[in-house]
């Protein structure tokens, strides 16, 4: 399944008020190995790869909320385990969802030892190198399902982050880091009303974990090479092997000519078809005889009459060309065997 197909896998009528078909439902607020019982639910993998697709090109994207009344709606559906069209909700509304569902797992995707584990590798001051590995270690401790849900998520900040200059989405690595910290790291969320100086250090540590594995997507001691795979077979990319040894995404190149592009190559090979009739018609006739005609045009070839006329039509290959004309010649040419057209 890719990201150009999601649309066509969870569709429900918008006139049908109840729903009839069920799916595997998505549990908010239970812990993770309850969550996903085999893998990342469908409902919640169609959001991700919505957000992967269409997310780049907008504005504020994890950073403004999406309506309200709809991820309310949204989640109630999903939790349902109900058939739902996801065009029908917005991006922003997807990412919310997303969003609401990390904030709800407890002690977040991560675990508390982990998240202390990560805190203490940078505010040590840790070498880059190291605390890829620290995250490595760790990221490998975490169930399938987790280690999917991560590389999806994390791989769809690094798409967002990488479109900030082009599609002007305001949303680079650190804008990333600080709307999503709180919602993948619980232990930087202070419990009372009013935020302490602890608070805000570990949020700090929280969103530069963050931003630093956003921007060191790609490589191969981050995350293992299957999970790679997986995230790029899901977004429907190409994997592929730079000279520094990181892993890179492309999208499929598309090998169809365009429209404009097609339209040139058949004039192309109409005009190489015409030709080539002239030139056959001209080399059918031994001796020509003498007529009178007008003076050939601009490009030095005239007219060589119906096409009807010429050798080049009597072949009995053709499904539309009469047996009957074709008997008239009992040396036939071929139109496959004298034009040759490569598009």
Not at 4 to 20: K, T
Not at 157 to 170: I, K, Q, T
Not at 260 to 288: N, Q, V
């Given at each position: 399944m890719?990201?150009?197909?999601?649309?066509?896998?969870?569709?429900?009528?918008?006139?049908?008020?109840?729903?009839?078909?069920?799916?595997?439902?998505?549990?908010f607020?239970?812990?993770?190995n309850?969550?996903?019982?085999?893998?990342?639910?469908?409902t919640?993998?169609?959001?991700?790869?919505?957000?992967?697709?269409?997310?780049?090109?907008?504005?504020?994207?994890?950073?403004?909320?999406?309506?309200?009344?709809?991820?309310?709606?949204?989640?109630?559906?999903?939790?349902?385990?109900?058939?739902?069209?996801?065009?029908?909700?917005?991006?922003?509304?997807?990412?919310?969802?997303?969003?609401?569902?990390?904030?709800?797992?407890?002690?977040?995707?991560?675990?508390?030892d982990?998240?202390?584990?990560?805190?203490?590798?940078?505010?040590?001051?840790?070498?880059?190198?190291?605390?890829?590995?620290?995250?490595?270690?760790?990221?490998?401790?975490?169930?399938?399902?987790?280690?999917?849900?991560?590389?999806?998520?994390?791989?769809?900040?690094?798409v967002?982050?990488?479109?900030?200059?082009?599609?002007?989405?305001?949303?680079?690595?650190?804008?990333?880091?600080?709307?999503?910290?709180?919602?993948?790291?619980?232990?930087?969320?202070?419990?009372?009303?009013t935020?302490?100086v602890?608070?805000?250090?570990?949020?700090?540590?929280?969103?530069?974990?963050?931003?630093?594995?956003?921007?060191?997507?790609?490589?191969?001691?981050?995350?293992?090479?299957?999970?790679?795979?997986?995230?790029?077979?899901?977004?429907?990319?190409?994997?592929?092997?730079?000279?520094?040894?990181?892993?890179?995404?492309?999208?499929?190149?598309?090998?169809?000519?365009?429209?404009?592009?097609?339209?040139?190559?058949?004039?192309?090979?109409?005009?190489?078809?015409?030709?080539?009739?002239?030139?056959?018609?001209?080399e059918?006739?031994?001796?020509?005889?003498?007529?009178?005609?007008?003076?050939?045009?601009?490009?030095?070839?005239?007219?060589?009459?119906?096409?009807?006329?010429?050798?080049?039509?009597?072949?009995?290959?053709?499904?539309?060309?009469?047996?009957?004309i074709?008997?008239?010649?009992?040396?036939?040419?071929?139109?496959?065997?004298?034009?040759?057209?490569?598009?």
């Amino acid at each position: 399944m890719t990201v150009a197909s999601y649309s066509m896998v969870l569709c429900g009528s918008s006139d049908d008020h109840r729903y009839r078909g069920r799916i595997e439902k998505v549990k908010f607020g239970v812990p993770i190995n309850e969550a996903f019982a085999h893998d990342i639910p469908a409902t919640l993998l169609m959001l991700l790869l919505k957000v992967n697709k269409d997310g780049p090109a907008k504005k504020d994207i994890w950073r403004a909320p999406g309506n309200q009344a709809q991820v309310r709606k949204l989640s109630q559906v999903m939790q349902h385990g109900r058939l739902v069209n996801i065009e029908n909700f917005t991006v922003y509304t997807a990412a919310s969802v997303i969003k609401k569902f990390l904030s709800k797992l407890p002690n977040g995707i991560f675990g508390r030892d982990n998240e202390e584990t990560l805190f203490n590798s940078a505010s040590t001051g840790m070498d880059i190198e190291k605390q890829r590995q620290v995250f490595y270690r760790i990221f490998g401790s975490l169930p399938v399902a987790s280690q999917h849900l991560l590389v999806l998520l994390f791989g769809t900040f690094r798409v967002v982050a990488d479109s900030s200059d082009g599609h002007s989405n305001a949303m680079n690595p650190n804008a990333i880091a600080i709307s999503v910290a709180p919602s993948l790291f619980h232990t930087c969320i202070h419990d009372g009303r009013t935020a302490r100086v602890e608070d805000l250090q570990r949020f700090k540590l929280a969103s530069n974990i963050v931003c630093s594995i956003i921007c060191s997507f790609g490589d191969t001691k981050l995350f293992p090479r299957e999970c790679y795979e997986y995230y790029a077979r899901y977004t429907g990319r190409t994997l592929r092997i730079d000279e520094n040894r990181m892993f890179t995404f492309h999208n499929p190149s598309n090998r169809r000519a365009r429209g404009e592009e097609f339209s040139a190559l058949a004039a192309k090979c109409a005009g190489a078809y015409s030709l080539a009739a002239i030139h056959l018609a001209e080399e059918a006739s031994p001796e020509p005889t003498p007529t009178t005609s007008k003076p050939p045009r601009g490009n030095g070839v005239g007219r060589a009459g119906s096409l009807k006329q010429h050798a080049l039509t009597q072949t009995t290959d053709h499904p539309k060309r009469s047996v009957s004309i074709a008997a008239k010649d009992p040396y036939p040419t071929d139109l496959r065997t004298s034009v040759s057209c490569d598009f």
